[in-house]
């Protein structure tokens, strides 16, 4: 049994979910465990309560209480697996989400309602849990590097050694990668090419694990008064438009906060389909905005899909740009619609200065 412990977050360990953070230190502690241990104020940083899923910086400490010794290295490689054990469908189901790899990373084309990762209230089946399906020979396990909501679909980028990990987090960190979502809103935004600064706050109040959290939209003017608010900045574009009922958008989030995209479009008054969470889940739009569904036909999920994402390969420096498909949902709206995919520049913001 350890003692008390005090351990400072280095420089290439910010930005991360403190619950991943803590296994990567110490093998011994499982999801429960890390759970109980906040939930009763025994880990903490910088002096503070935490949840499992807050993102911790550079720089903070944390406070670890005394914990049990872990098993020896050849003792847990002997008798426990690399992760948790996958069903056959599910090997199946996120083999066949794979959209592109090579020997350094693995590209997802998420399914919408799969999260990201585990914690709380979110089960067991999610991408981080999944990823011994996705070895390929390899000895580890692939790493997330970023996260997409549960609901959201699309590009989703998986480091297979810990050196290029932590390459491609530092430059989701410096923005030198470029996200395009596609999006389904109520109404026609009105310039149909704009950018959002709205900051975002937390809402008061937490569901299970985080995932209840509502972000609530702070006026650019109002951010450095307003405290925990962050400054949050969107571009968006029309590609195409339903009259004045629906318009299909491209987004680009310059900064990555939670829920960005979706508290953002809302606070337009065009909030995207299938958004109970911001647009109102009993609204059915009927034309010039507002309301988070469209009725008839059209699917009740969210409309919302990292469409592509562009980044330099850590490796062989090359850019790379990968493309994900719709979801099923989705491809059923725009044919619906008649918005068709090939029908429009892959990056509508490309020639805008």
């Known amino acids: 049994m350890s003692g008390v412990q005090t351990i400072r977050v280095g420089g290439d360990e910010g930005e991360q979910r403190l619950d991943r953070w803590l296994r990567k230190k110490f093998p011994q502690l499982g999801q429960i465990a890390i759970e109980k241990l906040c939930r009763t104020g025994q880990i903490r940083v910088d002096g503070g309560r935490v949840k499992p ?19 020896p290295v050849a003792a847990r490689a002997k008798d426990r697996p690399l992760g948790p054990r996958v069903s056959e469908s599910d090997q199946q189901m996120i083999q066949g989400a794979v959209l592109w790899k090579d020997e350094h990373i693995i590209a997802l084309n998420k399914p919408p309602g799969l999260p ?62 470029r996200k395009i979502y596609w999006a389904a809103v109520a109404g026609v935004p009105n310039p149909r090419m704009g950018t959002v600064r709205f900051g975002l706050v937390k809402a008061p109040g937490h569901g299970r694990g985080g995932e209840g959290e509502k972000m609530i939209a702070v006026h650019p003017r109002d951010i450095d008064k307003t405290e925990g608010a962050k400054r949050a900045t969107t571009d968006y574009a029309v590609l195409d438009a339903l009259g004045t009922r629906a318009s299909w958008c491209a987004l680009v989030p310059i900064t990555g906060r939670t829920h960005q995209l979706r508290a953002h479009m809302a606070e337009l008054g065009h909030p995207i389909v299938g958004d109970g969470k911001y647009g109102g889940s009993g609204q059915e739009n009927l034309g010039d905005g507002w309301g988070a569904q469209l009725g008839g036909e059209i699917s009740r999920k969210l409309h919302l899909h990292a469409r592509s994402l562009s980044f330099d390969h850590p490796i062989t420096k090359k850019r790379i740009t990968l493309t994900a498909p719709l979801p099923d949902h989705m491809a059923r709206t725009w044919k619906t619609l008649g918005w068709h995919e090939n029908d429009v520049p892959d990056d509508p913001f490309a020639d805008v200065e």
């Open 53 to 71: 899923a807050t993102r911790i910086e550079t720089g903070q400490e944390v406070r670890i209480p005394p914990l049990p010794d872990a098993a």
């Open 116 to 177: 990201s990762q585990g914690g709380s209230g979110q089960g067991e089946r999610h991408v981080d849990g999944l990823t011994t399906a996705l070895m390929f020979g390899y000895k580890d396990r692939p790493k997330l590097v970023h996260r997409l909501d549960k609901d959201t679909s699309g590009v989703l980028l998986l480091a297979r050694t810990d050196r290029v990990a932590r390459a491609l987090s530092e430059a989701f960190r410096a923005r030198t990668t």
